[in-house]
Antibody, heavy 118, light 106 residues
Framework: EVQLQESGPSLVKPSQTLSLTCSVTGDSITSGYWNWIRKFPGNKLEYMGYISYSGSTYYNPSLKSRISITRDTSKNQYYLQLNSVTTEDTATYYC????????????WGQGTLVTVSA | QIVLTQSPAIMSASPGEKVTMTCSASSSVSYMHWYQQKSGTSPKRWIYDTSKLASGVPARFSGSGSGTSYSLTISSMEAEDAATYYCQQWSSNPPTFGAGTKLELK
């Protein structure tokens, strides 16, 4: 079974870079689409972007200037970087996998809460 | 981007009661996914491609709809169904989620 696990700092200062890792077991990140999604304290879910099986990326236009998603296939991990964070980036961050868009986000990590505060 | 509007925002149901919640899209979409989330856990894919039940989802759940109007129905409410349900589309970029319907047990 595919399992995803987020890791990274739980506290980031304003204007700094938020960096998270998603470690994947049970499947290779060279298949499917590997995504980042976040949930704000008010319960709104926002899609952030993906890195595909081929290494191509897509970013939500609302974040396009601040976000980068990369991967290390040798470690079967992918990464999120979000630059110039503000308190409005405080959220629970999830990594999630899609095989086909028509099948939705079939697998999710447990989520990691990142607080942006001085 | 496509905006998904879920209603009601909050609802309660007694055991055995039929439950229906809706998701309205600002533009036509080809399919809709639904996720169940309970407090402190990550969302679980619940219904995908409008009407397909994810593995392990009880048969009392069903999904339907087309175009801009979709719904999730529980034929007979059980205590374990109390949760927040989110709809989600990826017919066009960026994928978007509804604000959720919180279902409580009466």
């Amino acid at each position: 079974e595919v399992q995803l696990q987020e890791s990274g700092p739980s506290l980031v200062k304003p204007s700094q870079t938020l960096s998270l890792t998603c470690s994947v077991t049970g499947d290779s990140i060279t298949s499917g689409y590997w995504n980042w999604i976040r949930k704000f304290p008010g319960n709104k879910l926002e899609y952030m972007g993906y890195i595909s099986y081929s290494g191509s990326t897509y970013y939500n236009p609302s974040l396009k200037s601040r976000i980068s998603i990369t991967r290390d296939t040798s470690k079967n991990q992918y990464y999120l970087q979000l630059n110039s964070v503000t308190t409005e980036d405080t959220a629970t961050y999830y990594c999630a996998r899609v095989i086909l868009l028509r099948e939705g986000f079939a697998y999710w990590g447990q989520g990691t809460l990142v607080t942006v505060s001085a | 981007q496509i905006v998904l509007t879920q209603s009601p925002a909050i609802m309660s149901a007694s055991p055995g009661e039929k439950v229906t919640m809706t998701c309205s899209a600002s533009s036509s979409v080809s399919y809709m996914h639904w996720y169940q989330q309970k407090s402190g856990t990550s969302p679980k894919r619940w219904i995908y491609d409008t009407s397909k039940l994810a593995s392990g989802v009880p048969a009392r759940f069903s999904g339907s709809g087309s175009g801009t109007s979709y719904s999730l129905t529980i034929s007979s409410m059980e205590a374990e169904d109390a949760a927040t349900y989110y709809c989600q589309q990826w017919s066009s970029n960026p994928p978007t989620f509804g604000a959720g319907t919180k279902l409580e047990l009466k």
